[in-house]
């Protein structure tokens, strides 16, 4: 064989494996699509609460504390799969967009707390994400108003969800979550999942996850009224902690 022809043959087999393997990858890539995880939540956690739920086809959640239907969102993945539930935020705009994008939800304004009265509100203005019962916001607060409060406990005794098992509690009350959680049975209503936010008084104003200490987790009235009704600390997502109740571990 001459060697012109020799290189031409190198180089159509040169040519012809460099298609191929470009189609290869294109291939790959139009796969990788449906590997996309989509996620609402501010740091994945739904991504975990989706995995978790996977073999449920249709659940009950509580969100309070609910804040946005989608934006950093821990029941929107569930919503989008048929699961429906309580949203309950203080903030009654935020109550009117659920009542509008959420319709098989229960949408409530109201704030939760461990009894049934008036508290300080310590608030910045309509909309905001960090208007709270809780005083580590009463120094940077615009204003304290008073606001009605109920519990948990009387808001599911009160809803369409009374008779169904509750499958997954979230909680983001700004500082206030110990007493949202006292507010509810956990042996009546024990959901498997709970996620729960741990603001950390010291760090609260500069929240990121390298200035947390496991510690303090460890020693807080969250964590062991958690052991005491039978959950178990599975994970840690930025600032929320991730609880599954006894019966659902192997």
């Known amino acids: 064989m001459k060697f012109e022809e020799k290189i031409k043959q190198k180089y159509l087999y040169s040519l012809g494996f460099n298609l191929i393997k470009t189609l290869y990858f294109y291939t790959q890539l139009l796969k990788s699509k449906k590997f996309k995880k989509k996620s609402y939540s501010g740091s994945a956690q739904d991504l975990i609460i989706n995995h978790f739920f996977k073999n449920k086809k249709k659940g009950i959640y509580i969100d309070v504390g609910c804040y946005h239907p ?18 309950i935020d203080l903030d009654f705009h935020t109550i009117d967009f659920f009542n509008f994008v959420r319709k098989r939800d229960e949408n409530i304004n109201v704030a939760i707390s461990d009894n ?3 508290k ?3 608030f910045f203005h309509n909309r905001s994400a960090i208007n709270s019962l809780s005083e580590i916001r009463k120094k940077e607060a615009k204003e304290i108003r008073k606001t009605k409060t109920k519990t948990l406990n009387s808001i599911i005794e009160n809803s369409k969800f009374k008779d169904e098992k509750i499958n997954l509690l979230s909680i983001d009350v700004e500082g206030h979550e110990i007493e949202v959680l006292r507010s509810i049975d956990l042996n009546k209503y024990f959901p498997e999942m709970i996620v729960i936010e741990f ?3 010291d760090i609260f104003k500069n929240l990121e996850f390298h200035n947390q200490n496991i510690s303090k987790v460890l020693n807080s009235e969250i964590y062991k009224h958690m052991i ?6 599975v994970n840690w997502l930025h600032s929320d902690l991730i609880f ?3 019966s659902v571990r192997n």
């Not at 989608?70 to 949203?87: A, F």
């Not at 005491?228 to 600390?233: A, V």
């Open 199 to 201: 603001l950390e008084e």
């Open 244 to 246: 599954v109740h006894d």
């Open 228 to 233: 005491k009704n039978n959950y178990h600390f």
């Open 116 to 118: 049934e009265g008036e």
């Open 70 to 87: 989608y934006d950093g969102n821990n029941t929107k993945l569930l919503y989008d799969r048929g699961w429906s539930g309580i949203n």
């Open 120 to 122: 300080d509100l310590f």
